[in-house]
T-cell receptor
Framework: QKEVEQNSGPLSVPEGAIASLNCTYS??????FFWYRQYSGKSPELIMS????GDKEDGRFTAQLNKASQYVSLLIRDSQPSDSATYLCAVSSSSNTGKLIFGQGTTLQVKP | DVKVTQSSRYLVKRTGEKVFLECVQDMDHENMFWYRQDPGLGLRLIYFSYDVKMKEKGDIPEGYSVSREKKERFSLILESASTNQTSMYLC?????????????FGPGTRLLVL
């Protein structure tokens, strides 16, 4: 079983819709959770971080964390073609080293 | 803003050459990381360093070594480049302490080994 699992997609949504990206993780001790966006040929850039159960909103983005279910998600409201990218979920390693465990990413396509 | 820079965006080398990839961060971060990213395989950790002269192997260290002589600089060395080391190489840095372990990435180096 992979430590951080994401559906590779592609996830296709029409412009203006809500895109829902999901991630599950295996290490119950993980405390920090991140969503990165990666455009083709570019490096990952941080979109959201979340550390406690519940929702965290930042503009059109909402991260949701449920530690009991070992599940973290990212909602993108009013999706735009410029949101088309690969979204990487990352979870802190249980070892206190600063390592993150990355999922393989979900490719999102927003169609005009 | 955190800034992580990498010495080259694109690099072409021949099989057997020694290759140096350099990464510099300007935020006094303790942790620095080297990843490679290949289609279908995601981000794979090669090495990381949590302090000057300290290093730990990641998931795929074979064929690579690293050097961290100064806090802001972390070098990845391919001792004898091989074609299967053709990849995108990404450097990242983060603070050591606390729950926040946000990693900030450099722009990446796309390496082609012929």
């Amino acid at each position: 079983q992979k430590e951080v699992e994401q559906n590779s997609g592609p996830l296709s949504v029409p412009e203006g819709a809500i895109a829902s990206l999901n991630c599950t993780y295996s290490d119950r001790v993980s405390q920090s959770f991140f969503w990165y966006r990666q455009y083709s040929g570019k490096s990952p850039e941080l979109i959201m971080s979340i550390y406690s159960n519940g929702d965290k909103e930042d503009g059109r983005f909402t991260a949701q964390l449920n530690k009991a279910s070992q599940y973290v998600s990212l909602l993108i409201r009013d999706s735009q073609p410029s949101d088309s990218a690969t979204y990487l979920c990352a979870v802190s390693s249980s070892s206190n080293t600063g390592k993150l465990i990355f999922g393989q990413g979900t490719t999102l396509q927003v169609k005009p | 803003d955190v800034k992580v820079t990498q010495s080259s965006r694109y690099l072409v080398k021949r099989t057997g050459e020694k290759v140096f990839l350099e990464c510099v961060q300007d935020m006094d971060h303790e942790n620095m990381f080297w990843y490679r990213q290949d289609p279908g395989l995601g981000l794979r950790l090669i090495y990381f360093s949590y302090d000057v002269k300290m290093k730990e192997k990641g998931d795929i260290p074979e064929g690579y070594s690293v050097s961290r002589e100064k806090k802001e600089r972390f070098s990845l060395i391919l001792e004898s480049a091989s074609t299967n080391q053709t990849s995108m190489y990404l450097c990242a840095s983060s603070l050591f302490a606390g729950a926040q372990k946000t990693q900030y990435f450099g722009p990446g180096t796309r390496l082609l080994v012929l």
